[in-house]
């Protein structure tokens, strides 16, 4: 059974840094497979899109929102995803969510097969 398990959330002051991870653990050789995708939600608000990578890392897309200050990156040797974030707003905070797609990459979270559990982001002003 494929499992996702983020790590590396926590507070952090605007203009911070702070870099998620998450592993594919149980994903073997088909995590070479899968797109990936960083997702978040904030309190009383949708689960929204982040940003994609595709199996070799040539590719990636970022909601404009993030765009110059977020940077998706995966090892596919280590089965991980990451996810640095620079620049941070208070806008950013959200429980950060790390999905895996075994289709086509896509923004829309219904299209995502696997989901990890989340991680804290929080931006203090």
């Known amino acids: 059974q494929v499992q996702l398990v983020e790590s590396g959330g926590g507070l952090v002051q605007a203009g911070d840094s702070l870099r998620v991870s998450c592993a594919c653990e149980n994903c073997g050789r088909s995590f070479i497979s899968y797109f990936m995708g960083w997702f978040r939600q904030a309190p009383g608000k949708e689960r929204e899109f982040v940003a994609y990578i595709t199996w070799d890392g040539a590719i990636t897309q970022y909601t404009d929102s993030v765009k110059g200050r977020f940077t998706i990156s995966r090892d596919n040797a280590k089965n991980m995803v990451y996810l640095q974030m620079n620049s941070l707003k208070p806008e950013d905070t959200a429980v950060y969510y790390c999905?895996?797609?075994?289709?086509?990459?896509?923004?829309?979270?219904?299209?995502?097969?696997?989901w990890g559990q989340g991680t804290q982001v929080t931006v203090s002003s």
């Open positions: 999905a895996a797609d075994r289709g086509a990459p896509g923004i829309t979270a219904a299209q995502y097969d696997y």
